[in-house]
């Protein structure tokens, strides 16, 4: 197994998308493996294997974009980052809240005796 060969390909459609080849499969039946991210979050988009035709087979961004799901795999695999995101800061902005409620509460209770 070969290691990994990072390619900062960019497509000229959708600057955030980046792939990365490896060669997989055995020696009789050579195959490679294209594992693509969003550029900007390192998020997964896809993988799949290719049959090798000769040292490197030629395949476009656009070609691998459509086996992983088109547009809306990118779209979607975008909203989920999203999506954490606001969830984290949403439960940073609750605790927040939460410590300034109890904070409030603590100092009406030691009032004035």
């Not at 000229?12 to 969003?38: H, L």
């Amino acid at each position: 197994m070969s290691r990994a060969i990072v390619m900062p390909l960019r497509n000229p459609e959708d600057p955030g998308f980046s792939y990365s080849v490896s060669r997989a499969g055995s020696a009789a039946q050579p195959t490679m493996m294209i594992a693509a991210w969003d550029g900007e979050t390192g998020t997964l988009i896809g993988r799949c294997e290719i049959a090798a035709t000769g040292p490197s087979p030629v395949v476009t961004p656009g070609d691998l974009l459509a086996r992983f799901g088109g547009r809306y795999r990118l779209a979607a695999v975008r909203v989920d980052v999203a999506t954490e995101r606001l969830a984290t800061v949403t439960r940073r902005i609750a605790r927040a809240c939460a410590r300034r409620r109890e904070a409030g509460r603590r100092w009406r209770r030691s009032g004035p005796e």
